[in-house]
């Protein structure tokens, strides 16, 4: 069964730093997800990785994927405040459910 | 608004009590997912239907129970209720889409036992 870790479980991040955010995951994942989550709130898509050696962008975040090491990262460069939040990865394995990682929890003080 | 519907998006009840959680995925979805997420146990897989079969089963507790409707709405049904199981649920709706399936979720419903 999928399992998927994620590292740090919190970042305290400076304005105008770049910072990374670790997604090991266990076994064969098709796919590969990453969501932001303000509190309370719900879960917002940011990407879907599809395969070996993909990378996305966004603004200030990009999301990378390597299945041979089993591992996604999202980068942020210049960190600002509206980008605090929670984000997770998820995977597919071989089912169609989400498993999740623990979750960041990113804060950006200035 | 995601398209996923979740009511209600609050429920305070009694330890002891049941409770019907309700999801409409966004049109044209065929699987829905349901989805605990509470402090210590970060966000849990309960249970996943599509169009209106059980199609997977994660750590859901026996107390608690969930269909899909004919017209594909689902409900999540909690019962005899403990502290525990204050959380937040979430639905989710999947369709495929090129080559991937997209997941959107819901509101949530913020469960309060106390």
């Known amino acids: 069964e999928l399992k998927v870790e994620q590292n740090p479980l919190f970042l305290s991040m400076q304005e105008g730093k770049n910072y990374t955010i670790y997604c090991n995951y266990s076994?064969?994942?098709?796919?590969l997800y990453w969501y932001r989550q303000d509190p309370g709130k719900s879960l917002e898509s940011l990407f879907v990785?599809?395969?070996?050696?993909a990378v996305k962008q966004e603004g200030r975040l990009m999301a990378s994927l390597d299945t041979k090491a089993r591992l996604s990262t999202l980068h942020i460069t210049a960190a600002v405040h509206d980008l605090s939040a929670t984000y997770f990865c998820?995977?597919?394995?071989?089912?169609?459910?989400?498993?999740f990682g623990t979750g960041t929890r990113l804060q950006v003080t200035l | 608004d995601s398209g996923v519907t979740q009511t209600p998006k609050h429920l305070i009840t009694a330890t002891g009590q049941r409770v019907t959680l309700r999801c409409s995925p966004r049109?044209?979805?065929?699987?829905v997912y349901w989805y605990q997420q509470s402090l210590d146990q970060g966000l849990q897989f309960l249970i996943q239907y599509y169009n209106g079969e059980e199609r997977a089963k994660g750590n859901i507790l026996e107390r608690f129970s969930a269909q899909q409707f004919p017209d594909l709405h689902s409900e999540l049904n909690l019962s005899s209720l403990e502290l525990g199981d204050s959380a937040l649920y979430f639905c989710?709706?999947?369709?495929?889409?090129?080559?991937?399936?997209?997941?959107?979720f819901g509101s949530g419903t913020r469960l309060t036992v106390v």
């Open positions: 998820a995977g597919t394995g071989t089912a169609s459910k989400l498993t």
């Open positions: 989710a709706s999947s369709a495929p889409l090129k080559g991937f399936y997209g997941y959107t």
């Open positions: 990785l599809l395969s070996n050696g």
């Open positions: 049109s044209g979805d065929l699987s």
């Open positions: 076994t064969t994942s098709d796919r």
